[in-house]
């Protein structure tokens, strides 16, 4: 299966400040999710980066607040914006192969004050 | 609505004391169900995956199982390294690629 990296692992940051989320990929896949996991809760799809084309989000979350990019096969950013102490979670990208099955990044834990 | 149910939350065990863990699912259409292990500060590392009703997959002590409405994680004699969160998903036939995750049963092993 695919290696993943995501970058930063973790970050504290002040209300009202946005953060991206970078999750690079060692091959060339198909598709590439990003999850939220708040404590406590099941991991939940905020969005379907789209190579070439915006990202297909889930009900619930929207493109002003997430803004994502996915400008080639193996690397997809994610944006955190304006955020709130409830933006805390972590963040999580995935990738689906041929198969339906998904892999997951080691998570970025972001902590907002 | 789709939901995917774990049992239990938490679950502490001796060493060699096997036990399950169930996942109960409902969902419009199943067309996989999805097992994850999950260890503090990582991202889900994938397990398993069943299609059909009375599928069977095994891996070292664990063994996952599947029926029409639910699906066991059977641990064998399990030991200290196999605690962590065990993370259930299912995908829906008409859904895409979209998982949906229980909230987890967090397994305690002790030597």
């Known amino acids: 299966s695919a290696v993943i990296s995501q970058k930063p692992s973790r970050d504290i940051c002040q209300r009202g400040t946005s953060l991206t989320i970078q999750c690079q990929v060692d091959?060339?896949?198909?598709?590439m999710f990003w999850y939220r996991q708040q404590p406590g809760q099941s991991l939940t799809l905020i969005a379907t980066a789209n190579q070439g084309s915006e990202a297909t989000y889930e009900s619930g979350f929207v493109i002003d607040k997430f803004p994502i990019s996915r400008p080639n096969l193996t690397f997809s950013t994610l944006t955190v914006s304006n955020m709130s102490p409830e933006d805390s979670s972590i963040y999580l990208c995935?990738?689906?192969?041929?198969?339906?099955?998904?892999?997951f990044g080691p998570g970025t834990r972001l902590t907002v004050l | 609505e789709d939901q995917v149910t774990q049992s239990p939350e938490a679950l502490r065990l001796q060493e060699g004391e096997s036990s399950s863990l169930n996942c109960s699912y409902t969902?419009?259409?199943?067309?996989?169900l999805f097992w994850y292990r999950q260890d503090p500060g990582k991202g889900p590392e994938f397990l398993f995956t069943l299609y059909s009703a009375g599928e069977e997959k095994e891996k070292e002590r664990l063994k996952a199982t599947l029926t029409k409405k639910e699906s066991f994680l059977h641990i064998t004699a399990p030991k200290p390294e196999d605690s962590a969160t065990y993370l259930c998903a299912v995908i829906r036939n008409q859904a895409g690629t979209a998982l949906i995750f229980g909230k987890g049963t967090t397994l305690s092993v002790s030597s």
């Open positions: 995935s990738v689906k192969e041929i198969t339906d099955t998904q892999y």
């Open positions: 091959s060339q896949v198909t598709m």
């Open positions: 969902v419009s259409g199943l067309r996989g």
